[in-house]
């Protein structure tokens, strides 16, 4: 069984195109993925309608390319993110599924994004064990508990206010750094000393969520910390400030993480999302892994980062595990909860 998936829920149009094979893991055929980063630069964020119609340009011949790269006509089947997400982003990806779907004559799945950001792992890594997978990424921060790529996610945890990568970018903003600034804050970090600013962890009072997240308090503390200098007239410490300011984030998130595969007694923990790339992040969730005896899974940063294989591959999990195709007259969910791993549509 030959599945594709089709992402845009956000800034990158991707077409991705797998094999199923009985083992239950699947091989890679097409991974084609154009962005709009580029275009959202000069706003400091993404932009919807920027995003839209970025997504319109860009889904037939992203589709072509990936039909090409796997050496197929058809798919034996569509599988296309039905949200969360942004709402005419969204739009663009199911009608091109819906589309192509009807005039190939093959089933329509509509997935959940965030359950792909988790199936991708199974291409480099092998059939998913019960686990903890926690996702960080420009627009989502999710700590999740997943028995079965084929059953429904629970979601345990989630930011109360700025997503992880969010807050990154804002942060790098502030210092100045440009945008997507997660990387260049990465990268000033690396001159800094993590322990120089004693910036606040945010959700780790003894009354907090025990899995969820905030990170606007950390961000009005480096805003703080730099309008302090600036009206003293001091010069603004930025390797120490991204340094510290990361050491925060990557502290409650790994924190977090663990703490949910103890509370689930699993022994595996999955990372997915662009924020998986932070240098920090990835360096204290494998101490702190290692410690604890769990086993990390990481995909490769490509895979990390939103692509339409993440959604080819939920979708043939869902299909192997026995899920009815979604009806043609399914409506995007921008909201969609992620225990919802795919949306039947049926009245
Ligand atoms: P979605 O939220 O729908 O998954 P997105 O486009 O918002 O999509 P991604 O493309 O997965 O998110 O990741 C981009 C985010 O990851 C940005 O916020 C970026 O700043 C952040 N990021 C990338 N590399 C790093 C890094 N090295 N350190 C910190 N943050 C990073
Ligand atoms: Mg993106
Ligand atoms: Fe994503």
Request: proline share 5%.
């Amino acid at each position: 069984m030959i599945v594709m998936g089709i992402e845009s829920s956000c800034d990158e149009t991707g077409v991705g195109i797998v094999r199923w094979r009985d083992s239950g893991v699947c091989e890679l055929l097409a991974d084609e993925v154009a962005s709009s980063v580029d275009e959202h630069a000069r706003y400091g964020g993404v932009v919807p309608e920027v995003a839209s119609r970025a997504h319109l340009e860009a889904m037939v011949p992203t589709m072509r390319r990936a039909l090409a790269a796997a050496d197929i006509d058809r798919p034996d089947a569509v599988a296309v993110t039905i949200g969360p997400g942004l709402a005419g982003a969204l739009l663009v990806g199911v009608a091109a599924a819906k589309a192509y779907a009807a005039a190939w004559g093959v089933p329509f799945y509509a997935v959940n994004h965030l359950g792909g950001h988790v199936a991708v792992d199974t291409l480099e890594h092998g059939p998913m064990p019960p686990c903890v997978a926690l996702l960080v990424s420009g627009g989502h921060t999710h700590l999740l508990h997943v028995d079965d790529l084929g059953a429904p996610i629970v979601e345990l945890g989630t930011t109360v206010d700025d997503a992880a990568g969010e807050a990154f970018d804002k942060v790098a903003r502030l210092l100045g750094l440009g945008y997507p600034g997660g990387p260049a804050l990465d990268d000033a970090a690396r001159e800094g000393d993590p322990n120089a600013i004693a910036f606040p962890r945010g959700m780790t009072g003894p009354r907090d969520a025990r899995y969820d997240f905030s990170f606007s308090g950390v961000k009005t503390a480096v805003a703080r910390f730099v309008e302090a200098r600036r009206r003293a007239g001091d010069a603004i410490p930025i390797a120490d400030i991204a340094a510290s300011f990361q050491e925060s984030v990557a502290d409650v998130l790994t924190m977090k993480a663990l703490r949910a595969a103890e509370d689930m007694q699993v022994d595996t923990v999955v990372l997915g999302g662009g924020a998986t790339a932070n240098s920090r992040i990835r360096s204290m969730i494998e101490s702190r892994c290692t410690t604890a005896g769990v086993t990390l899974r990481i995909p490769k940063p490509r895979l990390c980062t939103d692509n339409g294989v993440m959604i080819a591959t939920l979708g043939a999990h869902l299909i192997s595990a026995g899920a009815s195709a979604s009806d043609l007259r399914v409506a995007t969910d921008p909201g969609l909860p992620v225990s919802t791993s795919i949306l039947a549509g049926r009245s």
